[in-house]
């Protein structure tokens, strides 16, 4: 079955790295998300992966695949407070739906 | 504003009342999906549209729930009786087609009180 598994919490200090991790079970995925939610807001897509990639960079966003271990990354670069909020790991392994984990809250502290 | 938009952001109802969401997808876009996401946890799907077709259902949209897109635009999705155990953001999205990002609204928070 399809199940999509996060950690819970992550605590980085201002102007750090943020490296939130994710792992999958569905080997036919074909894309692998990241979306950011703020208290109280809708999901905000911030970047994607196709499965045939190993690694894609947008801005201060790196994406990682390791297919073979069924494992995603997502690093933010100089973490910001405004980064503080609740990210998303999900999965694509057909036509339609989204497989979300449980989500990564991250705090960024002064 | 050319996002997806819901209405309404909130809904307090009393158990057993019947609600109704709406939800405007951006204007191209031919897929539109519902979303349920209870607290500490990731969006569930719960139905999809391809146009005005409902193409898919989860196990997790009862018989009290239904959802229409009848001129393969807005989308409602309509919970009957409601219970308490309903309470929770419904979450709409849509995307250009099947393989392509979502783009999701701001949510519709239930409460059943």
């Known amino acids: 079955g399809e199940d999509v598994e996060q950690s819970l919490f992550l605590s980085v200090r201002e102007g750090d790295s943020s490296v939130i991790n994710c792992t999958y079970t569905?080997?036919?995925?074909?894309?692998l998300y990241w979306y950011k939610q703020e208290p109280g807001a809708g999901l905000q897509l911030l970047t994607y992966?196709?499965?045939?990639?190993d690694m894609k960079q947008d801005q201060r966003l790196t994406v990682l695949l390791n297919k073979k271990d069924k494992h995603l990354s997502l690093r933010i670069a100089d973490t910001q407070t405004g980064d503080s909020a609740i990210y998303f790991c999900?999965?694509?392994?057909?036509?339609?739906?989204?497989?979300f984990g449980k989500g990564t809250m991250l705090l960024v502290s002064p | 504003d050319t996002g997806v938009s819901q209405d309404p952001r909130h809904k307090i109802t009393k158990r057993g009342q019947n609600v109704t969401f709406r939800c405007d997808p951006i204007?191209?876009?031919?897929?539109l999906y519902w979303y349920r996401q209870t607290l500490g946890q990731g969006p569930e799907f719960l139905t999809y549209?391809?146009?005005?077709?409902?193409?898919?259902k989860s196990r997790l949209l009862s018989d009290r729930f239904s959802a229409e897109r009848p001129k393969g635009s807005f989308s409602t999705l309509e919970i009957q009786r409601t219970e308490q155990g309903d309470s929770a953001m419904y979450l709409c999205?849509?995307?250009?087609?099947?393989?392509?990002?979502?783009?999701f609204g701001p949510g519709t928070r239930l409460t059943v009180t």
């Open positions: 999205a849509s995307s250009l087609g099947g393989r392509d990002e979502q783009y």
């Open positions: 569905d080997s036919s995925s074909t894309y």
């Open positions: 992966i196709f499965s045939n990639m």
């Open positions: 999900a999965e694509n392994s057909g036509y339609s739906t989204l497989t």
């Open positions: 204007s191209e876009h031919n897929r």
């Open positions: 549209f391809q146009n005005e077709a409902q193409l898919e």
